[in-house]
């Protein structure tokens, strides 16, 4: 079993700041990433950011500059810090886990996090 639990989430105004924070916990070794992906009403998930085991980022080009994802190996979280924050950061927010698990990646997902962005 594999538990992520997300807190952070909330409503802030265009040019604000929030902290998503992610902690893993049960069955969790072999991680090769964790991540935050997001969904936006009537869009598909997408990817925000995620870091990999030798703690290489990657974002998504709309968040780059204003976005920085981390991660604390000793405690299994990740954290994702959210400047300049725009209306179309909207979305809910879900924390990423990435396993190696029986000869396969295996994604798991937390329950997500509400941002919203909005004068």
């Known amino acids: 079993q594999v538990q992520l639990v997300e807190s952070g989430g909330g409503l802030v105004q265009p040019g604000g700041s929030l902290r998503l924070s992610c902690a893993a916990s049960g069955s969790i070794f072999n991680i090769r990433a964790m991540g935050w992906y997001r969904q936006a009403p009537g869009k598909q998930r997408e990817l925000v950011a995620t870091?990999?085991?030798?703690?290489?980022?990657t974002y998504t080009d709309s968040v780059k500059g204003r976005f920085t994802i981390s991660r604390d190996n000793a405690k299994n979280t990740v954290h994702l810090q959210m400047n300049s924050m725009k209306p179309e950061d909207t979305a809910l927010y879900y924390c990423n886990l990435l396993l190696y698990r029986d000869f396969a990646l295996r994604n798991y997902w937390g329950q997500g996090t509400q941002v919203t962005v909005s004068s």
């Open positions: 870091i990999d085991i030798s703690g290489t980022p």
